[in-house]
C-alpha cells in the first residue's frame, strides 16, 4: 500500500467518525425553567440571556408562557455567564396617536432591576440547564 493509500484512508476514516460524532463543539446548551412575580407565574413576558463575556455565542430569548420558558441548543445558546433580562409589557388603553387608534401606551411591569438595569446573572454550562426566577415588584 502506498504513502498515498494511507494517507487516504486515514482522512477517509476521520471524516466517517466526525459524522459519526456529529457537527457540535460539545458546547452546546439549553435552558429552562419557571418565572413568577410576587409568587404568581408570568405570562405573556420574554427573558432574554445576554453574554458577559467575549466569544460566547448570541444572546437567546423565549416568551414566558404561565410561567414556563425554554430554550433549546438548537438556538445557538452558548456557555458561560449571562445577564438575565425579563420583561413584559402591558397596555394602558390609551391611544398614543389620534392618527393610528391601534397603537397604545404601555408599561412595563417587571422592576429594571431585571431587565434594563438586571442584577440577575446565570451561568450556563454544556447540557440541559434549569433556571428559575423568583421576581418581586417591590
Known sequence: MSRFEVL??????SSTLALLMGCTSGKEASV???VTLDGAPLD????SFVP???GQRD???????????????????????????????RALGETTNRNDPSLLNA?????????SKSELIKEIKTG???????????
Request: glycine letters at 8%; zero cysteines.
Open 44 to 47: 405573556d413576558a420574554n427573558i
Open 128 to 138: 440541559e440547564n434549569n433556571a428559575d426566577f423568583d421576581l418581586t415588584s417591590k
Open 32 to 34: 429552562s425553567g419557571k
Open 59 to 89: 444572546a437567546g430569548w423565549a416568551t414566558v408562557s404561565q410561567g414556563s420558558y425554554s430554550i433549546p441548543a438548537s438556538s445557538g445558546l452558548g456557555i458561560g455567564k449571562f445577564r438575565v433580562e425579563i420583561r413584559a409589557l
Open 8 to 13: 487516504f484512508r486515514l482522512v477517509a476514516l
Open 107 to 115: 408599561k412595563e411591569i417587571i422592576p429594571s432591576r431585571y431587565n
Open 52 to 54: 458577559l463575556s467575549d
